[in-house]
């Protein structure tokens, strides 16, 4: 009986310290607490990502090819199974650095031992949460579809945790929203020094209209699209811009998402141009959306 005890404590010891070895990029931290956030669904589909993969590589490349180190990305919460760890992996060496490497971070420990077959030169798993068990700073983290499962009120000190984890010059973290196969996608992406931009990003033959987006806002958001927040005065100001660039639609949803972002721009700081918006994005300083109140004195700011 004893024996049998002992048996099973050392595997499960072993186990433990299987997940806990299962990145071997940049070595992993050692962990001395438990992972800190909780499990939840692990709803993830293939290309579901794309978008967001497309934005980091175009808006984020060429800070992680000037990094002397091969860059080092996080995907965060990757889910049921690890494709959007492969995809973020192939994208990133595809369209951003060749030399890029991924570690897909669960809270999941069945999901992390899933995951184990599909690790390969450049991209383990490993056991963790929102304390990002990789061992030094790290370029790129992203959160998909993981904050919308927590509280509003956990958001700010997440991603403060999140933001001490990149690299101090270039790191980028990401952190949105989108729906199952990745049509409709809203994100944050945050400096080490905090929110940065909000990025709208859809494929346009889908679109009525751009408020349709709203119920993919990050948590950050999507409780203040009410009267009185900026977010909310964001997405009435769009819909009106795109109702107003309706003679466009006959030269397809492109040119009428183009002409709209065009109309936007007079009264909302975009941070970008043509280029994006023709793929069906559009982004604006954080601090324009910033839930009201978001950084006063006794509220959580990060
Ligand atoms: C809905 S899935 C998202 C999967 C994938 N990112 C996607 O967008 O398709 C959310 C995953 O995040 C994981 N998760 C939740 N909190 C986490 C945390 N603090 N650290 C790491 N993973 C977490 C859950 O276990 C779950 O598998």
Redesign the pocket.
């Known amino acids: 009986m004893r024996l049998r005890l002992r048996l099973r404590l050392r595997l499960r010891l072993r186990l433990r310290l299987r997940l806990r070895g299962a990145s071997t990029l940049g070595g992993m931290a050692p962990r001395m607490t438990r992972?800190?956030?909780?499990?939840?669904?692990?709803?993830?589909?293939p290309n579901?990502?794309r978008r967001m993969d497309r934005w980091i590589a175009a808006s984020h490349g060429a800070v992680l090819r000037r990094a002397d180190a091969p860059p080092v990305a996080v995907?965060?919460?990757?889910?049921?199974a690890p494709?959007?760890a492969v995809e973020l992996l192939d994208r990133l060496r595809r369209d951003a650095d060749p030399r890029a490497r991924v570690v897909g971070?669960?809270?999941?420990p069945a999901?992390v031992a899933a995951a184990q077959p599909y690790a390969r030169e450049g991209l383990s798993f490993a056991h963790?949460?929102?304390e990002?068990p990789v061992a030094g700073p790290v370029d790129l983290i992203?959160?998909?579809?993981?904050?919308?499962?927590?509280d509003e009120d956990r958001v700010a000190d997440?991603w403060a945790r999140l933001c001490a984890r990149l690299t101090p010059r270039g790191g980028l973290l990401v952190e949105g929203?989108?729906d199952e196969i990745?049509r409709r996608h809203v994100w944050v992406a945050l400096g080490p020094e905090g929110p940065r931009t909000v990025t709208f990003a859809t494929r346009l033959g889908s679109l009525d209209r751009p408020s349709d987006l709203a119920e993919r806002l990050p948590k950050a958001l999507i409780h203040r699209n009410v009267p009185g927040e900026p977010v909310h005065a964001f997405l009435r100001d769009f819909d009106r811009a795109w109702a107003a660039a309706a003679p466009y639609a006959s030269l397809g949803a492109r040119q009428r998402w183009i002409a709209t972002a065009s109309a936007l721009a007079a009264d909302w700081p975009l941070t970008d141009g043509r280029g994006r918006w023709r793929q069906g994005e559009l982004t604006v300083r954080w601090d324009a959306l910033a839930p009201r109140g978001w950084g006063a004195p006794g509220t959580p700011p990060p």
């Open positions: 992972p800190v956030g909780t499990p939840t669904r692990g709803t993830t589909n579901r990502l995907d965060l919460g990757y889910g049921a494709w959007t971070v669960e809270i999941d999901r963790g949460g929102f990002v992203r959160a998909a579809n993981v904050l919308r499962q927590y997440v929203t989108c990745g």
